[in-house]
């Protein structure tokens, strides 16, 4: 018999996500795996967000209009993309919690069963809500309505 979870995925009070998982849903499997996973990308707010570690030029006229500095060392302070999807090859990004959250199903989906698309409504024996609220994102895991035990996950700042 699997360890039953949910995930639940908020962004400003709506679920814009529900997952069930039918195995391994503990804090110290799932839950460290949501942890991981958040805190292997960076959150943005479009592509000028993902620009603070590395300039990244959307295409030949983002170039043409932010070069003013000896072209050479231009050239090598940047990488051409097109569009965000390019930058994501170096460093995971996620541009918002609806993408976060997409990116999420596609890493840990890998073929049929285990990981299920659910209601809001659905409740396991361990409940994860991730809210993301100006700013922040918290990751807090419910067990059941039985025990009424809460495992807050370290939150994570977003960025962007």
């Given at each position: 018999m699997g360890t039953r979870s949910t995930t639940k995925i908020y962004s400003d009070k709506n679920c814009i996500l529900s997952l069930?998982?039918?195995f391994d849903g503990s804090p110290e499997a799932w839950g460290?795996?949501?942890?991981?996973?958040?805190?292997?990308?960076?959150?943005v707010n479009g592509i000028s967000g993902a620009a603070s570690d590395?300039?990244?030029f959307n295409g030949v006229e983002c170039f043409a209009e932010a070069w003013g500095q000896d072209l050479k060392?231009?050239?090598e302070s940047g990488k051409f993309v097109n569009g965000i999807?390019?930058?994501?090859?170096?460093?995971?990004?996620?541009n918002g919690v609806e993408c976060f959250a997409l990116q999420l199903v596609c890493h840990?989906?890998?073929?049929?069963g285990g990981l299920y698309a659910t209601t809001e409504d659905d409740e396991q024996e361990y409940n994860y809500v991730l809210t993301a609220e100006e700013n922040s994102l918290t990751l807090k895991?419910?067990?059941?309505r039985k025990f009424k035990k809460v495992?807050?996950?370290?939150?994570?700042?977003?960025?962007?």
């Amino acid at each position: 018999m699997g360890t039953r979870s949910t995930t639940k995925i908020y962004s400003d009070k709506n679920c814009i996500l529900s997952l069930y998982k039918q195995f391994d849903g503990s804090p110290e499997a799932w839950g460290q795996d949501l942890k991981s996973f958040i805190e292997s990308g960076k959150f943005v707010n479009g592509i000028s967000g993902a620009a603070s570690d590395m300039r990244i030029f959307n295409g030949v006229e983002c170039f043409a209009e932010a070069w003013g500095q000896d072209l050479k060392s231009f050239i090598e302070s940047g990488k051409f993309v097109n569009g965000i999807s390019g930058a994501a090859s170096d460093l995971r990004i996620f541009n918002g919690v609806e993408c976060f959250a997409l990116q999420l199903v596609c890493h840990f989906k890998d073929g049929p069963g285990g990981l299920y698309a659910t209601t809001e409504d659905d409740e396991q024996e361990y409940n994860y809500v991730l809210t993301a609220e100006e700013n922040s994102l918290t990751l807090k895991c419910n067990e059941d309505r039985k025990f009424k035990k809460v495992y807050s996950i370290k939150p994570h700042q977003l960025q962007g």
